[in-house]
């Protein structure tokens, strides 16, 4: 099974990148996702997930890391089988190769990623300031 990420690139401080992450092998509809992060001599951070497409009405249906929260929002098209994450006032700090992740669905929020079985290749966000 495998999770194709894309829409890195370069850019400045302030500006915004958009990142999908698609999959042939999932439907999406049925899994909880999330986008985590790495950045060079870091560990793999949490950055959002949202729940599964049956529980995405409820109340707290996503959740981000502080570090981000107000600045990224992650959406999902199940139709198109295909999660977003979308960065805006981006910083240098948001440097880091990007991974999309999903786990079955739950009515719960999980931002360990120890707790997500599929992974993509990861896509590399680079911003300068």
């Known amino acids: 099974v495998q999770l194709q990420a894309s829409g890195g690139g370069a850019a400045q401080a302030g500006g915004s990148l958009r990142l999908s992450c698609t999959s042939h092998?999932?439907?999406?509809?049925?899994?909880?996702m999330g986008w985590f992060r790495q950045a060079p001599g870091k560990e793999r951070e949490f950055v959002a997930t949202i729940k599964y497409a049956a529980a995405i009405r409820w109340r707290d249906s996503d959740y981000y890391a502080d570090s981000v929260k107000g600045r990224f929002t992650i959406s999902r098209d199940d139709a198109q089988n295909t999660l977003y994450l979308q960065m805006n006032s981006l910083k240098p700090e948001d440097t880091a190769v990007y991974y999309c992740a999903a786990r079955p669905g739950s009515t719960s929020l999980f931002i360990k990623s120890s707790l997500y079985n599929y992974w993509g290749q990861g896509t590399q966000v680079t911003v300068s300031s």
């Open positions: 092998d999932l439907t999406f509809a049925r899994y909880n």
